[in-house]
């Protein structure tokens, strides 16, 4: 799929995983909306990126606030690419050290965050894209969303952030085949440790120990690796209905 002149929709797109998307997609002639939540990173982007990038801060388990922001892409080019990197997580068991059980307010967020807001944006972004014009065999577009190889290997603590990325997983072929008859194609990328931020906070010997976990190769993932993998998704056509674990062969242990 060519993407110069083409526009895309980035959700989480001012940092970590979306920023670094934003950027490669940038790079390919694309004009993307950046849906964040975080103003002041939203601010630093589009001062950033002034010509190439429109910044919403908007709240991605709201329809209107999604059907709202996708208007600010009227007239720069056709819709093709949406890529769902928004989320949240928590550490709790289901019961705790003090023997009370898991809060429902706090595991109804996660969901509500990580699962509703990625089906959300993929309606409405989905909705946009299938009134463009087909390119070949038909294609209009591609949504990519992000799992987490916690949907298959959830850590002690990870209930809901487990649960909500399991959710991402099982709703990718049922996508990819709702969306078939308008050309649209849905795949899942499932990261493993991404050297993100929050990760950059913890001591080097703890950073080091978790690169010599992954078998091959021997270092955390970066955001880049991610953001390559969305371009490679949007340029291979057959690709579709998939989930692909991006963790250089990690198997999370218990904890």
């Given at each position: ?77 056709p819709?093709r ?21 898991h809060?429902?307010?706090s595991?109804?967020?996660?969901i ?37 190889i916690?949907a ?22 049922p ?55 969305v ?25």
């Amino acid at each position: 799929m060519e993407l110069n002149g083409t526009t895309a929709v980035v959700t989480g797109g001012a940092s970590g995983l979306g920023l670094a998307t934003t950027h490669a997609l940038v790079e390919k002639g694309v004009h993307v909306l950046v849906i964040d939540r975080d103003s002041e990173r939203a601010k630093e982007l589009q001062n950033t990126l002034t010509d190439n990038v429109s910044v919403v801060v908007a709240d991605v388990t709201s329809r209107d606030d999604v059907e709202n922001a996708l208007e600010v892409l009227a007239g720069r080019g056709p819709l093709r690419v949406t890529v769902n990197c928004a989320g949240i997580g928590i550490a709790k068991r289901i019961i705790g050290k003090d023997g009370s059980p898991h809060d429902i307010e706090s595991f109804h967020k996660v969901i509500q965050v990580n699962l509703i807001g990625t089906f959300n944006v993929m309606a409405v972004a989905s909705a946009a894209m299938a009134k463009t014009d087909p390119l070949d065999f038909g294609e209009r577009g591609v949504v990519v969303n992000t799992a987490s190889i916690a949907a298959y290997d959830g850590q002690i603590g990870q209930i809901a952030y487990s649960a909500s990325k399991g959710g991402i997983v099982g709703m990718t072929l049922p996508a990819a085949r709702d969306l078939s008859v308008v050309g649209i194609r849905v795949v899942t990328i499932a990261p493993g440790i991404i050297d993100t931020p929050l990760l950059g906070s913890l001591p080097e010997d703890a950073r080091a120990r978790l690169a010599a976990g992954v078998p091959f190769p021997h270092r955390l993932g970066v955001p880049q690796d991610y953001a390559k993998l969305v371009l490679s998704i949007c340029d291979n056509g057959y690709v579709n209905g998939e989930v692909i674990r991006l963790d250089g062969a990690l198997r999370m242990p218990p904890r």
